[in-house]
């Protein structure tokens, strides 16, 4: 299962500071609420207590006295009201307006102060604090009130402009984590091309400086690639070892196959030539197939362009006697990166073969789709049937074995296809009368 580091660390941070952030507006905003009422109730507590001291300095001329408890009780709706309960007398502030705080006495439990949101006079949201005090074996219950209608705006103004700064130092904050994020991921994305020069023969080892976290994978991998250089590079030194020490009693076949002791038995001699040379062949296939199990691709990358027109000037000059007519064909979109090798082999040996059926003309087109690298090489020789045809794809693309003529080459063709996890396809030219060989490479993306 694939995924990706990067963005499963940007969905835990940004979830993070969403959780962190929503937290902080919660407690901030019920904290602001509270803090704000709580100085309220206590500076309501302070006017009851002198509220109560004016009760009980003078309880024969309280409603006198009370105007000394302040202008604002005096002037109608102006937000601060009362209520003195005493000697089964109710004492109004004049700022009612003969109107009366909106809460049942006899609900309320009394052993400790109450504090209540109501309704009052306009409309008005109050805080209400509602006090019970004892006096000379006297009950006094003090309810008084003030409108929070402009500080519940103020916190209100307050909350949108938290609010607002929470959201843009949050953006600010994920911005930041996801910047210093791809700083940090910054030696993995080095790494990864790294390995890409790496796989491509550019590089022999890894050098990219790592954090202490990545430097022991840097170093399995740089083990691990020197560990499979070396046994792949036994293992072609093994077979390479194997064909030249084959290549002696190979040289004697051939030479008695060559025998004149040998003309009288026509059909032995010719046994003899055709196993020495499939044997030969064979041995210059597994060698080859060697070199692709082992290969490391080297700075030198095949030219579509200057090298395919130098493939194609030997070509000519090879088939000269044909007159032939080689035309080519190339749109590629960017860079290509095969091997020189390669691609000269397969190159050469799809268009010698080509060649070499060819009546008048061969043609290779070779265009970049997407990811894809095309080449079409076709001729107008006389084809192959579509029974053989049939036969040959059913069997794996093993020219070599299927059709008397095309010989090793095209085994060739077929290993380096595989090596570069490609394809390849045979069909009858639509606009020649011969063969049509159509072979697909990814790209690198």
Known sequence: MKYSLQKRVTTSLLLSLILAFTLIWLMINLSIRYLTYDYIYTRLSHDSETLLALVIKEPTKIETKLIAA????????????????????????RSLWDQQLAFELNTLNLQSPQQLEI???????????????????????????EDISTINQAIATFK????????IILFGL??????????????????????KKLENGQINTLTTPTPIELTPLKDAINQLHKALANRLTRHRNALSDLAHALKKPLTVLQQLSQDKRLDNLPEISKILQKQSQNTKQLTQRILNKARLAGHLK??????????????????????REKNLHISKQVNLLSTTQF???????????????????????????????????????????????????TKIQARGVRLDESIDGHGLGLGIVSDIVE?????????LSSKFSGLCVNVQLPLNP
């Open 174 to 195: 994920i911005s930041l984590q996801i910047w210093v994020l791809k700083k940090g991921l910054q030696p993995l994305k080095q790494l990864q091309q790294d390995l």
């Open 419 to 427: 090596f570069y996890q490609g394809e390849i396809s045979f069909s």
């Open 298 to 319: 080297s700075h030198s990358y095949f030219d579509f362009n200057e090298d395919l027109d130098d493939l194609i000037t030997t070509l000519t000059m090879m088939y």
């Open 160 to 167: 949108q402009q938290f609010t607002l700064a929470a959201i």
């Open 70 to 93: 302040g202008a604002i009780y005096q002037q109608p709706f102006s937000g601060h009201y009362f209520e003195i309960y005493y000697n089964d007398k109710i004492i109004y502030s």
């Open 339 to 389: 091997d020189r090798e390669d691609m000269l082999e397969l190159l050469g040996n799809l268009m010698d073969n080509a060649c070499k059926w060819a009546k008048s003309t061969a043609e290779i087109t070779i265009e970049q789709q997407k990811n894809v690298l095309n080449i079409t090489i076709s001729d107008d020789g006389q084809g192959i049937a579509e029974k053989a045809l």
């Open 119 to 145: 309704q009052g006079p306009m409309q008005q949201p109050l805080l209400l604090l509602v006090s019970q005090f004892k006096k000379d074996n006297k009950t006094i219950t003090i309810a008084i009130a």
